[in-house]
């Protein structure tokens, strides 16, 4: 592969490189020799993926196969990745996607995601999607090897207008990405003001979902402030940070100036499947029936 003009997934590189794991990456750069299929990564690439599976080996090797497959087997969701496209700016004006100021004790980042336009009409799932995936490869590029992720989703507004938004093809395919390719260490997902239809919606997903994930997962009819300290919310919230909406129109501009290349350029970092030896068994990511990356919980 040609170099590219930016690095990732660190835009700003990763200084000082982790040290004492050099025999697994290197385990993982002679596995990744012998699968021409997958694209030319660097070291601080390949330390991202160990990182966030502890640094097993066997269970990296998974990680990485998923995640550059997909990329190139959902073009939907990992395609068309400049922030200033119509549709991807449709999602930033309807959503706000933010990560929170301060970390928790554990060192953990806090993510919070909710809608800002409850209009359903103006939401596409799938490009909803993709711009999420968007703002997670921002966070993990400045967070570099962050201890853990804390994730809340606030469904204040939602309706059922909005689960008929859902497509499965665009839902099957985020469920396997998160659970399966996604380079974090997920600590726990909250989902907060929990709509009436909260059944319906576990109906749709919960096949989707490992149990591993399923035990990471909190629903509340209470907002942010009855699961997280206080001290790290927003004053939307009751907290001291600024507010959501403050915080989301920083961290949109952050992707759009500083980082809107480096996303177009990251469409490059797929599979060839021209390339692989040793076509995967039937079904293995169109269904997305391949076993899942092993999440640890503390």
């Known amino acids: 592969m040609a170099a590219t003009k930016y690095s990732h997934p660190f835009l700003n590189g990763l200084k000082p490189i982790v040290e004492g794991h050099d025999e697994e990456i290197q385990q993982i750069k002679e596995w990744m ?19 966030s599976n502890y640094f097993k080996v066997k269970e990296t090797k998974d990680t990485i196969e998923c995640y550059f497959t997909l990329r190139n087997n959902t073009p939907d969701l990992f395609s068309n990745r400049d922030p200033l496209a119509p549709k991807n700016k449709t999602i930033l004006d309807i959503t706000h996607m933010v990560a929170l100021p301060k970390q928790t004790e554990e060192g953990y980042h806090v993510l919070l995601y909710r809608l800002s336009d409850l209009d359903y009409s103006k939401l ?5 999607v993709r711009v ?21 989703f606030d469904m204040k507004g939602c309706n059922l207008g909005h689960l008929t938004r859902v ?27 929990t709509v009436s239809f909260i059944n319906q919606v576990m109906y749709l997903i919960k096949p989707l979902i490992h149990s591993n994930l399923l035990d990471l997962l909190n629903f509340t009819s209470e907002g942010p402030e009855a699961i997280v300290d206080k001290e790290l919310l927003p004053e939307d919230y009751g907290g001291p940070a600024p507010p959501v909406k403050q915080l989301h129109e920083e961290q949109r501009r952050n992707m759009e100036e500083n980082y809107r290349e480096w996303l177009i350029e990251s469409e490059i970092f797929k599979v060839d499947e021209k390339k692989r030896i040793k076509k995967p068994s039937k ?7 391949s076993s899942f990356k092993s999440l640890d919980i503390d």
Do not use: W
């Open 132 to 152: 999420f995936c968007m703002f997670n490869d921002v966070k993990l590029s400045e967070d570099r090897l962050s201890e853990g992720y804390v994730v809340i």
């Open 167 to 193: 497509t499965l093809p665009a839902l099957r395919a985020f469920m396997h990405y998160i659970q399966s390719a996604h380079p974090c260490r997920l600590k726990k997902i909250h989902v907060v003001h």
């Open 283 to 289: 079904g293995m990511f169109a269904s997305f029936t």
């Open 124 to 128: 596409n799932f799938a490009d909803a």
């Open 33 to 51: 020799k012998g699968q021409p299929h997958l694209p030319y990564i660097s070291d601080e690439y390949v330390l991202l993926f160990l990182h």
